[in-house]
């Protein structure tokens, strides 16, 4: 079985400041590796996902996620917040598909960033 | 499209009593899922269904039955709501490894 870890449960951070939001999974097998975004009072939309090839994968909204096999975390990274990316990201792990896996996603804990002006 | 959508958004209960969560997707996708969300734990899977007529249990499926017998629908069903299913319910569909999430329904049980 997977598991996600989310190393912190809240980041405050400043408007136009860098952030690093951590994400380490432990997994048996090869997974793929997505980042949602949700929004207060909202559902759950998909920022960037990690399939395979390049291991740096971009998103919407200016994010990014770089995976590292070595290491097993694929940490979400932004160069400049603004306000209204406010909201809890979510982590998650998937089994390939192909296997028995259906597509079931393990998310991480969650991390609430909020961005101060 | 309307993506994916759950009725209701939200709902109180008293301990006992049941009711049924319905979600629909027009994107014709095999794959539906239910979810509940509950602070510090992310989202735990209850069941999802890979067609038409199939079910399977996921990570927390004690107390909840579901139903597919239509592929555009997944319904979630309590038959004696207790306060642990206090929550936030999500539904998602899936296509090409990318999951769609509901907007949510919030429940209640008191």
């Known amino acids: 079985a997977q598991s996600v870890t989310q190393l912190d449960s809240q980041v405050p951070v400043f408007e136009e400041a860098p952030v690093e939001l951590r994400c380490n999974y432990s997994?048996?097998?090869?997974?793929?590796l997505f980042w949602y975004v949700q929004y207060p009072n909202q559902g759950l939309q998909l920022l960037l996902k990690y399939l395979s090839g390049s291991t740096l994968v971009k998103g919407i909204n200016g994010f990014e996620a770089e995976f590292n096999k070595s290491q097993t975390s694929f940490h979400l990274r932004k160069p400049s917040v603004h306000i209204s990316d406010t909201a809890e990201y979510f982590c998650a792990v998937s089994r390939d598909v192909g296997g028995t896996s259906y597509g079931k996603l393990t998310f991480g804990q969650g991390t609430i960033l909020t961005v101060h002006p | 499209n309307a993506g994916v959508t759950q009725t209701p958004k939200f709902r109180v209960l008293k301990t006992g009593q049941s009711m049924t969560l319905l979600c629909a997707q027009d994107m014709n996708h095999e794959y539906m899922y239910w979810y509940r969300q509950d602070p510090g734990m992310g989202l735990r899977l209850i069941h999802y269904?890979?067609?038409?007529?199939?079910?399977a249990k996921g990570e927390v499926p004690d107390g909840y039955n579901v139903s597919r017998l239509k592929k555009q629908n997944f319904l979630l069903g309590l038959e004696s709501a207790a306060p642990s299913q206090t929550s936030v319910y999500f539904c998602?569909?899936?296509?090409?490894?990318?999951?769609?999430f509901g907007p949510g329904t919030r429940l209640t049980v008191l």
């Open positions: 997994s048996s097998v090869s997974v793929y």
């Open positions: 269904s890979v067609g038409e007529g199939t079910t």
């Open positions: 998602a569909s899936r296509e090409h490894n990318e999951q769609f």
